[in-house]
């Protein structure tokens, strides 16, 4: 197994609520990334649960490859599922790995689904369109799919079934080439290799185009509730980062020296961001007003974040493998008054956490909170309900 390290530096906070005030300390860490053991393949797309366990990755390249691998331990260990030759292009997952998604451009296009984390998969009923781009809602429910890429018009097709049934909406049809998608699915954004994108707020019922400059989108991504963007651009014949925190409204640059954008992707929060180009990843740890590179080797295709942006997975088209680099960024702990009773949240870690209480911050006595805990899939976080005391009550995140 080969192992190429390198290591950034940024300020890490440990959260500790106090009865809702945020106390903050602060530390660094380094950044190693390591070959996973998935085979030397044409890497195409990666797509991963929110927690980064469980992941899922396209082979594409000519010929056809009749490959999806998925693993379900942070890909200590790969699975090859049973699929057609197709030139698979693109995949998306549910919040916990089970509901995902694959489209496939030529050799037999189509979009496939599967139910149980990649073990099976079924053809959905669409037209063979060259499909380019999926995305789901974290719960699996809503999906979209955009078709078309630079080459051939072609639609925006949504489900609300989990791909059992799609719609087009009467979107004209356009050089489709990349989409992504709110948590909870109702805030969609559609790119085209021309200048203008479309946005929907209704789950693709209705969009709206806009453009800027005179620009070709490659990628987009998209924070959990879908107001803050990263995507890749053209403009000029040459390649941007382009950021938003408005849903698509606007557009900054930052002028980081690209030079040929494959993909991007976001936490949940929308503050860590990766595109991936040539020989070079690019990342941010501030929603995109500082950019860093760390000039790992590879020709870098797909990229997966989990929802704290801690784990990161890689692939190599070059032909080569997929890549894995797990880091503890510092989690936020939030509580909220909700009906007399207190809620605390933080966004779905990577590593272990559970939520801890104590009354007096001067004693080791840290016992862990057994409410249970939910999902909030608008929003990526863990929900836990709270009866407040009386006196005075400490609440923190640490690892079991």
Request: proline share 4%; with cysteine; charged share 10%.
């Amino acid at each position: 197994m080969r192992m190429q390290s390198h290591t950034m530096k940024r300020t890490e906070l440990l959260l500790t609520v106090v009865c809702g005030l945020l106390v903050a300390g602060s530390a660094a860490f380094a950044q190693t990334w390591t070959r996973t053991s998935a085979p030397t393949h044409y890497w195409e797309a990666i797509a991963a649960s929110a927690d980064g366990t469980k992941l899922v990755a396209l082979v594409g390249g000519v010929p056809y490859a009749n490959a999806i691998y998925t693993s379900t331990d942070s890909g200590a260990t790969w699975t090859s599922n049973n699929v057609p030759a197709v030139e698979w292009l693109s995949v998306a997952s549910s919040a916990d790995g089970t509901k995902l998604v694959a489209a496939a451009s030529y050799g037999g296009s189509g979009i496939y689904t599967s139910t149980n984390s990649g073990a099976t998969w079924v053809s959905n009923n669409v037209p063979g369109s060259g499909w380019y781009s999926v995305a789901s809602s974290s719960d699996g429910a809503k999906l979209v799919a955009v078709a078309g890429g630079g080459q051939l018009l072609g639609p925006i097709c949504t489900s609300t079934n989990s791909g059992t049934t799609w719609m087009t909406n009467n979107v004209p049809a356009g050089y489709w080439v990349s989409v992504a998608s709110s948590a909870d699915g109702t805030k969609l954004i559609a790119m085209t290799a021309g200048s203008a994108y479309h946005t929907s707020s209704n789950s693709g019922m209705n969009w709206a185009s806009n453009s800027v400059l005179s620009a070709s989108w490659n990628a987009v991504a998209s924070s959990a509730d879908g107001t803050r963007l990263v995507a890749a651009v053209i403009v000029s014949g040459r390649h941007w980062i382009f950021t938003s925190t408005n849903s698509g409204a606007s557009w900054v640059t930052n002028n980081a020296p690209v030079l040929r954008l494959i993909s991007v992707a976001s936490s949940a929060d929308g503050i860590t961001l990766v595109a991936t180009e040539e020989n070079r990843i690019w990342f941010t740890t501030n929603s995109g007003t500082t950019w860093m590179s760390n000039n790992m080797t590879g020709f870098w295709h797909g990229i997966a974040l989990s929802a704290d942006g801690g784990k990161w997975v890689v692939g190599d088209a070059s032909p080569g493998g997929i890549w894995i680099s797990q880091t503890t960024p510092a989690p936020q702990l939030n509580l909220a008054p909700s009906g007399g009773l207190l809620t605390a949240s933080w966004i779905v870690p990577s590593t272990n956490l559970v939520l801890q209480q104590n009354l007096d911050l001067t004693t080791t006595n840290w016992t862990d909170v057994t409410n249970p805990r939910a999902l909030n899939p608008a929003n990526m976080q863990y929900q836990v309900g709270l009866v407040p005391s009386n006196s005075s009550g400490f609440y923190r995140l640490a690892a079991p």
